[in-house]
């Protein structure tokens, strides 16, 4: 069976966990996850508001490697903008089809696979006229824990995906360690409803009644409601969420920085987060290139630069 995949959406909740989880602690496990870069450097102190655009890259490998070798799965850009006062989340389809430095013009999900976190900036500089220098990587192995002991996320079960989520159920939750506790329960209806670990995961696999993009909807769905849960939540909770996930991260943010980046958001205090699909449906051509290569995404630089940019940035530059 495939490596859990697409669980870069709860790193959302991990810049809201780190705020509300109590200094001392949280800075002690930051430095457990965080790797020193020398371009990032931050000296402000606790509860200083970050001005400006910061942008985040939220990468979720599709196994238990965060160095490299497993391929990045789920990939998000997270902007903290607090001119604007304003949180926005932008997807960027695993399967954009773009040139690799040092290897070829492939899958965006790829890079990771061969040389990590480094590579993949590199790509989104080359192919998307981005300078990313703050990421979080995670692996799959966090996902059911934190939802569990978020007590669950609510989303929006249609249908047409019963049938669909009720198979990776059984999937997941051969992967469950709590399944000697809880019995494995199937969704049985449709609509919006509160799903536990193992279903949440179950949820944000669906890939065959839709597209990729619905699929990154759901992503993105799931993200916000996790943000929600996470800003309900007391210190506890934040701790044990804290736990499980740093332990399963790496980052180049270093722990003040973290700190800071969580004292924004909260002020920020965002309940619309504005999302944005990259490559746009209208300027996208979805396709099978070749055997070797696959389905791909080509898609047209200009237009959807423009606009993602402007998502990102606003009017100015």
């Known amino acids: 069976?495939?490596?859990?995949?697409?669980?870069?959406f709860i790193l959302i909740g991990l810049i809201v966990t780190i705020c509300l989880s109590g200094f001392g602690y949280v800075y002690f496990k930051l430095n457990k996850m965080y790797v020193k870069d020398e371009a990032v450097k931050n000296t402000e102190e606790q509860g200083t508001m970050v001005e400006?655009?910061?942008?985040?890259?939220?990468?979720?490998?599709?196994g238990e490697y965060i160095?490299?070798?497993?391929?990045?799965?789920?990939m998000m850009v997270v902007t903290i903008d607090s001119k604007n006062k304003d949180i926005r989340i932008s997807s960027i389809a695993r399967d954009t089809y773009v040139d690799?430095?040092?290897?070829?013009?492939?899958?965006?999900?790829?890079?990771?696979?061969?040389?990590?976190i480094d590579l993949l900036k590199e790509v989104f500089k080359v192919n998307f006229n981005l300078n990313i220098d703050k990421y979080i990587a995670v692996n799959f192995v966090s996902f059911m824990d934190i939802m569990d002991e978020l007590g669950g996320v609510e989303v929006n079960v249609e249908e047409k995906d019963i049938k669909e989520i009720n198979k990776y159920i059984d999937a997941c939750?051969?992967?469950?360690?709590?399944?000697?506790?809880?019995?494995?329960?199937?969704?049985?209806?449709s609509g919006?409803?509160?799903?536990?670990?193992?279903?949440?995961?179950?949820f944000s696999r669906i890939r065959y009644?839709?597209?990729a993009f619905a699929r990154d909807n759901r992503h993105r769905e799931v993200a916000e409601s996790v943000y929600k849960e996470f800003a309900q939540k007391g210190v506890e909770t934040y701790k044990k969420c804290a736990e499980i996930i740093l332990n399963n991260t790496k980052t180049n943010i270093s722990p003040i920085e973290m700190m800071n980046l969580?004292?924004?958001v909260l002020k920020i205090n965002d309940k619309d987060i504005e999302q944005f699909q990259f490559p746009l449906e209208e300027y996208r051509n979805g396709h099978i290139i070749s055997k070797q290569k696959g389905w791909v995404l080509e898609w047209d630089k200009e237009p959807n630069l423009e606009a993602w940019h402007k998502f990102i940035f606003g009017e100015e530059k």
């Open 100 to 116: 690799i430095p040092g290897y070829s013009t492939e899958k965006l999900t790829h890079a990771y696979a061969y040389e990590g």
């Open 192 to 202: 919006v409803q509160r799903l536990n670990g193992y279903q949440a995961l179950a």
């Open 209 to 211: 009644t839709d597209s």
């Open 1 to 8: 069976m495939k490596h859990f995949k697409r669980v870069a």
């Open 262 to 264: 969580a004292y924004t």
């Open 67 to 74: 160095e490299k070798w497993n391929r990045s799965d789920s």
């Open 173 to 189: 939750y051969g992967y469950y360690k709590n399944k000697d506790e809880k019995d494995k329960e199937y969704i049985t209806k």
């Open 52 to 62: 400006g655009i910061t942008n985040i890259l939220l990468v979720g490998t599709d």
